[in-house]
């Protein structure tokens, strides 16, 4: 179980040699559902698009850290 503050900073990356999942419980979720469905229509057998990975992000006023990208 994990606890990402609200307004702080987070990561996760997959260290893995194999695709990996993950379950996510948001409270308040809000837009969350829509977020990671929409992420999780992109592509995963290729490197992610990331000006699309962007554009989401941006559509649920989210952000990611220059040194991500």
Same mark, same amino acid.
């Given at each position: 179980?994990?606890?990402? *503050?609200? +307004?702080?900073?987070?990561?996760?990356?997959?260290?893995?040699?194999?695709?990996?999942?993950? @379950?996510?419980?948001?409270? *308040?979720? !809000?837009?969350? !559902?829509?977020? @990671?469905?929409? +992420?999780?229509?992109? *592509?995963?057998?290729? *490197?992610? %698009?990331?000006?699309?990975?962007?554009?989401? @992000?941006?559509?649920? %006023?989210?952000?990611?850290?220059?040194?991500?990208?």
């Amino acid at each position: 179980m994990l606890y990402f *503050p609200r +307004l702080v900073a987070h990561a996760f990356t997959n260290v893995g040699k194999t695709n990996a999942r993950a @379950f996510f419980v948001v409270s *308040p979720g !809000e837009n969350f !559902e829509r977020f @990671f469905t929409e +992420l999780s229509a992109l *592509p995963a057998a290729q *490197p992610p %698009d990331m000006a699309k990975v962007v554009e989401i @992000f941006e559509r649920y %006023d989210l952000n990611i850290l220059p040194n991500a990208l």
